[in-house]
């Protein structure tokens, strides 16, 4: 079966330092995978999504981008945090090009002072 | 601009009562509505529903879509106080990758 992990848990980082959030997937190939902010009591906003190794989209214009590496690895990165970056950052993964169903993994709590 | 709207953004019931959560959309070339249910940290997938008037039923939770008047509807029955959570809705394109998210509606059950 397919799982997803995140790391770390929770960050707490001061204004204007680098970021660097990680996500990966296990027991699939070539996942769609996608980072999402949540902002308190907010639905979520989908920062970006990548298709395959070295492709990635951009959905909102920000301070942060994102990497994969890997197949089954993504990364988020900010070069200076900004106070405003402060969220739940969601990552996620779906099966195929359609990418019907997205499945969560358990989140970074950051915290930005 | 493809949107999804929630509601009611908050609700608290008793235990045992029934619920029902609604969420309309306008999505261009409209594919699927998903469901998914959050308690403290990751959603949860519940429901993808691509055709209306099908109910998708798992427990107490049910689900149901209207194409026709661009919205979904998510009953829960008999709540339990392990039903407290928010619950989202999303919706996707034809040949678009990403999901667009409601608010959310925060339940809350009451013993």
């Known amino acids: 079966s397919q799982t997803i992990h995140q790391w770390p848990a929770t960050l707490v980082q001061p204004v204007g330092s680098p970021l660097s959030l990680e996500c990966t997937v296990e027991g699939t190939s070539n996942p769609n995978l996608y980072w999402y902010r949540q902002a308190a009591g907010r639905g979520l906003q989908l920062l970006f999504y990548?298709?395959?190794?070295?492709?990635i989209s951009s959905e909102v214009p920000q301070n942060l981008s994102a990497s994969r590496p890997q197949d089954r690895q993504f990364i988020l990165s900010s070069k200076k945090l900004l106070l405003s970056d402060s969220g739940f950052y969601l990552c996620?993964?779906?099966?195929?090009?359609?990418?019907?169903?997205?499945?969560f993994g358990p989140g970074t709590r950051l915290l930005v002072l | 601009e493809d949107k999804v709207v929630q509601s009611p953004l908050s609700l608290v019931v008793h235990e045992g009562d029934t619920v029902t959560l609604n969420c309309s959309y306008e999505v261009t070339n409209f594919r699927s509505l998903l469901w998914y249910k959050q308690e403290k940290k990751a959603p949860t997938f519940l429901f993808m529903l691509?055709?209306?008037?099908i109910e998708k039923k798992s427990g107490r939770l049910s689900s149901i879509l209207d194409k026709k008047e661009l919205f979904s509807i998510l009953n829960i029955t008999a709540t339990q106080t392990g039903d407290s959570a928010v619950y989202l809705c999303?919706?996707?394109?034809?040949?678009?990758?990403?999901?667009?998210f409601g608010q959310g509606t925060r339940l809350t059950i009451n013993p």
């Open positions: 691509t055709s209306s008037g």
């Open positions: 996620a993964w779906s099966q195929d090009v359609v990418g019907e169903t997205q499945y």
């Open positions: 990548s298709v395959g190794i070295g492709q």
């Open positions: 999303a919706a996707r394109g034809q040949g678009a990758q990403k999901l667009v």
